[in-house]
């Protein structure tokens, strides 16, 4: 993904968690009867940014899997880099949490 849809994805996503936060305070301010409908509007606000997020996730992460590839097959070299100290790291990674259990 490019930097530009990243922010897009993160500002869009953004919006509507924090829509679902209003609409939880919304709910925390109401310690009566209407708690309960308070409380199913923000389980709903929550669940409708979250299904927007997943489908704009859907949309996007076949651009950014395409980025990726080209970018790849344009820096070889630099790409077998990344894989190695990636592999690096992660055995460090894992030789030092063997130690940690011994």
Request: aromatic share 0%; proline share 2%; net charge neutral.
């Amino acid at each position: 993904m490019t930097k530009s849809t990243l922010e897009v994805l993160a500002r869009d996503s953004g919006d509507a968690l924090e829509d679902a936060l209003h609409a939880l305070q919304r709910a925390a301010h109401h310690a009566s009867d209407d708690a309960h409908a308070a409380l199913a509007d923000a389980a709903t606000t929550l669940t409708k940014a979250a299904k927007t997020l997943a489908e704009e996730v859907k949309t996007q992460a076949p651009k950014g899997v395409k980025t990726a590839t080209d970018a790849a097959k344009a820096h070889p070299v630099t790409t077998a880099a990344v894989i190695t100290a990636t592999a690096a790291v992660l055995s460090a990674l894992i030789a030092y949490r063997r130690r940690q259990a011994d």
